[in-house]
């Protein structure tokens, strides 16, 4: 298909991530759109890109742009969670809403200007949003096991949901969210057929408290001060219901999952309408076991990647988790990797015009630059070189 206000760009490889790398091939945009993707025959009109493998722009699962003025984590690498956690309430406590907003601007900027063209946000209301960047799905966070700031949490998420189509919901985790809260989160989400969010299976001290009722964070929601009787425990098997329920919504993202057993992941895989997000680098920054992402993926389950916050992450690169999982995962197949940092997370997300090249994909791309002959040098060049966003 041939349109006149067209342009072909072509490059060294082209990476659809839904079909294999393509060396030497093109793609034909027009209106926004990707309208051809080609393997021979480079059309004349054609600007070559040159050295460069042309991938679709980066699709960053989960963050939360108002810790984006941090300059560095927050805490010593290998943090208790429920430590961490304390310090991250306390640093909150200390910022007003001017510096929120300039955060989130900082952290939109961030993610434009590495690559990001969608990502999934967590939102803690009130918080605008600036025109341009990357395209956001605001999962307005409920929490609190306090029914008062639980409810008044809910509302504004709701009143949110009934006015802006980009807004979701994410109950927070199953230790700052009743069970009861999560779900009425579920069923708004179910009625008004948006996703969720929600911070799962992120240590064992979380699987302790929810299956025993005891443990460190149980004691750390004592000293916060915000432990109530009668939530904990939940009882046998408290992740597989967790998920069960998830599972009634449309589309769910189970954040981190970092301490999920091979029957809850036999359980996820049950389900295509549920993502595990992965967030490598903040992952490491705990010091966590490896993650269980290799077998999530053998089961069949769609893993995407995500940055987390500053408060936990040095910056929102999206390509740097990628070259992590280059570098530091060598049972994960490259091309899946591409597959988490782009595709999964966009079908997670429900845009499917992000996230890969073909026809009918938006415009939106990214390069790497990358002079290799072969599929093997090609990847060993991603993981070490940067990703720069392309403006068509
Ligand atoms: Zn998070």
Redesign the pocket.
Known sequence: MKNETSQVFTARWVLPITAPPIPGGWIRVAGGEVVEVGSESVPLDAVDLGEMALLPGLVNA?T?LEFSDFSEPIGQPGVSLNQWIGMVISSRGQTNPTQKQHAVKAGMREMASTGTVLAGE?STPPCDYPDGGPQLIRFSEVVGLDSKRGDERFAAARALIDVDDRTAISPHAPYSTPWSLIERCVDLACSTNRPLAM?IAESPAERELLRNGIGEFAEALKSLGVWQEGLFPWGDQPLIRLIQLLSRTRRSLV?HGNDLSDPEIDVVARYPNLTVVYCPRTHHFFRYPDHPVARLQAAGVRVALGT??RASNPDLNLWKEVQYLLCHRMDLPPGNVLEMATVNGARALGNTQYGELRVGSAAVFGGVSTAASSVEQLFSDLAENEFQPIQC
């Open positions: 989960h939360h967590i911070h954040i987390d916050s």
